[in-house]
């Protein structure tokens, strides 16, 4: 299993990391959509947490293309993970109630046609104070799903 170790060590080397100033984070790699799906699975599962819903909204966007006049391909694959903590979210909902408005939290994963090599993993930022508590949970399991924890 001497292998593995190297594998894990490759996926990491192969993953960047993008802050955007939209208010996303992202991270991008060279694993397939499936192994970074089965990772983020793997790693929400790892943390105690339940998968409430997932989003194939890279199929209702292909799928409706025409319905609603366009023509364009913007995902080969997109899905989006939905899921809560019942211990941070009480914990950033007792600080402020109305971080109500994050909760689910959600991970993104997707492949666009531009780049079919690659595959995002990601998230929205969240704000200065109790919700960054939230973010770094999601960060750990971005970075996790794609074996950079």
């Given at each position: 299993m001497r292998t593995?170790p190297?594998?894990i060590a490759?996926?990491?080397?192969?993953?960047?990391?993008?802050?955007?100033?939209?208010?996303?984070?992202?991270?991008t790699t060279?694993?397939?959509?499936?192994?970074?799906v089965?990772?983020l699975e793997?790693?929400?599962?790892?943390?105690?947490l339940v998968i409430?819903?997932?989003?194939?909204?890279?199929?209702?966007?292909e799928?409706t293309?025409?319905d609603?006049?366009?023509d364009?391909?913007?995902?080969e694959k997109?899905?989006?993970?939905?899921?809560?903590?019942?211990?941070l979210?009480?914990?950033?909902?007792?600080?402020?109630?109305?971080?109500?408005?994050f909760?689910?939290y959600?991970i993104f994963?997707?492949?666009?046609?531009d780049?079919?090599d690659?595959?995002t993993?990601?998230?929205?930022g969240?704000?200065e104070?109790?919700?960054?508590?939230?973010e770094?949970?999601?960060?750990?399991?971005?970075?996790?799903a794609?074996?950079m924890?």
């Open positions: 593995l190297l594998i490759a996926a990491c080397l192969t993953a960047t990391q993008a802050f955007a100033a939209d208010g996303y984070i992202s991270y060279d694993q397939s959509f499936d192994d970074v089965f990772g793997n790693a929400i599962l790892d943390e105690g409430d819903h997932v989003s194939h909204t890279g199929d209702m966007l799928r293309k025409a609603v006049g366009s364009v391909t913007l995902f997109a899905d989006i993970y939905s899921f809560c903590s019942a211990k979210s009480r914990e950033v909902m007792e600080a402020d109630p109305m971080n109500v408005i909760c689910p959600d994963v997707i492949v666009s046609p780049k079919p690659e595959t993993i990601g998230f929205r969240f704000p104070g109790e919700m960054k508590k939230v770094a949970l999601l960060d750990s399991i971005a970075r996790a794609i074996g924890e």
